[in-house]
């Protein structure tokens, strides 16, 4: 099954942004904060429509939104 056209959407957001409205919160957001400057979350997302899975992540080394799972 393909993504949604939201997702589609997402996952060229290089730059953060919110989630689109679809997308729900799966979990706990992880924190890494012994990593320089400052450290990082992520926060897994699925989205309600097309099942695609997300994580947002606020490492300036990746991008913010990667999608990890299209079924
Ligand atoms: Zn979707």
Request: a positive charge.
């Amino acid at each position: 099954m393909a993504i949604c056209k939201l997702c589609e959407a997402q996952a060229k957001r290089k730059n953060g942004g919110k989630p689109h409205d679809d997308l729900t919160e799966m979990g706990t957001p992880r924190v890494f904060s012994g990593v320089p400057p400052r450290g990082f979350t992520e926060q897994d997302y699925q989205c309600l429509v097309c099942q695609a899975k997300f994580t947002q992540s606020t490492n300036r080394n990746d991008l913010a939104w990667t999608l990890w799972e299209a079924s």
